[in-house]
Structure formats: C-alpha cells, structure tokens
C-alpha cells in the first residue's frame, strides 16, 4: 500500500477548507441565534451542542447503541441524522430522543430524568405510536405540535431514502408510498386514507 509511506499522501486525507471561526454562545439563546444567522447565511450549521443537547446525545446513544437499522447500520445514526437538521434546542432533543420511548424501554420519567422539560417530552410522548391507532390518525394528531411535527417530518424523508437500503424490496416502496402520504398530512397537503 503506497499511502502507507512517508512519500506519497494518504487516499484517507485531503485538504478540508477551513470552516469560519465562530463565537461561543453563552447561552441557549445565544445558540438558536448562531444557528439561524449560519444557516441564513446558507452555511450548514450541524448539531447544536448545549449541556441539555448533551444530555439528549447521551442518552440517544446509551438507548439505541446496541440497535441495528434495517440495513444493519448503527440505529443511532439515523437520530443524529435529524438532530443535524433541526433549528433549536428543543428540536434537536425531540430528534435525538424521537424512538426512545417507542423502542427501548425506556419512559417519560427517565426522559424527564434526564433533563429534557415539559415541551420535549410532550412532543416525544406524540410521537409514539400506538399500534391500535391507524397510522395517519396518529401523524394527523402530532401535527398540531410544532416541535413533533418538524421531527416526524424529518425522520419520515430520512426513511422514506431507499438508498439507505441494499436491496428495497415491495415492503420498502409500499412503506415509502404511506410516509408520502404521511408527509402530505404534516406539510397541510389534502390527503385520502
């Protein structure tokens, strides 16, 4: 392997433009602020770190560390993935904790135990659903939640991306055929069910 030695570069390297210095918030205020000013600016302004992001990025990763997606990924990717969109704090821990409660047996308390407060976990507890409840009923009734209503938005585009998968099979589009639909309830669109 020629990239081992000292004379020829590395394949695994290449110059990375240098990202713009920015300030340190101070607070999450501060953050939400930075956070829209990047992204106004078109830049990508990635995950929001603050001691209660933190918080949800532990607990995400303690949750779903041993789980598997359905391409056999690391399960947690998928939840940093959306946290990477999100605007706010608040956004970024609903996205980071969105399953949690729905696939671990983890609960609302050790969510709250945690440090997350009343408007996250409200939009957690909507986001669960329950398998008696038809599977629009159930997006129709998170929708009136800004925040549940971002991060299912989010986390239905990220699974309806067959690229994520090997091999799609009929399951895989028809799945992704209900997630449009799903969409369309979030996004005020008219939808038949």
Not at 71 to 98: I, K, N, R, T, W
Not at 181 to 191: D, G, P
Request: charged share 25%; glycine share 4%; hydrophobic share 40%.
């Amino acid at each position: 392997m020629p990239w081992l030695t000292n004379s020829t570069a590395s394949p695994f390297t290449s110059p990375i433009p240098a990202r713009p210095a920015r300030r340190v918030p101070s607070s999450a205020d501060d953050v939400a602020a930075q956070t829209v000013t990047i992204r106004s600016r078109g830049e990508e302004a990635g995950m929001i770190y603050t001691p209660k992001t933190k918080a949800a990025l532990e607990l995400c990763f303690r949750a779903h560390r041993d789980q598997r997606d359905k391409s056999g990924m690391p399960y947690v990717f998928h939840p940093f993935h959306l946290a990477e969109q999100m605007d706010s704090e608040d956004e970024v821990c609903v996205a980071l904790l969105h399953d949690v409660m729905e696939d671990t047996p983890l609960t609302a308390d050790d969510i709250r135990a945690a440090g997350m407060d009343e408007p996250v976990v409200e939009a957690l507890l909507l986001m669960c659903h329950q398998p008696e409840v038809p599977y629009l009923d159930y997006v129709a009734a998170l929708a009136h939640n800004p925040l549940a209503r971002k991060v299912k938005a989010a986390d239905l585009r990220h699974n309806s991306d067959l690229s994520r998968l090997d091999e799609p099979g009929p399951e895989d589009f028809a799945r992704v055929e209900k997630y449009a639909r799903a969409l369309a309830i979030l996004e005020n669109e008219s939808v038949g069910t």
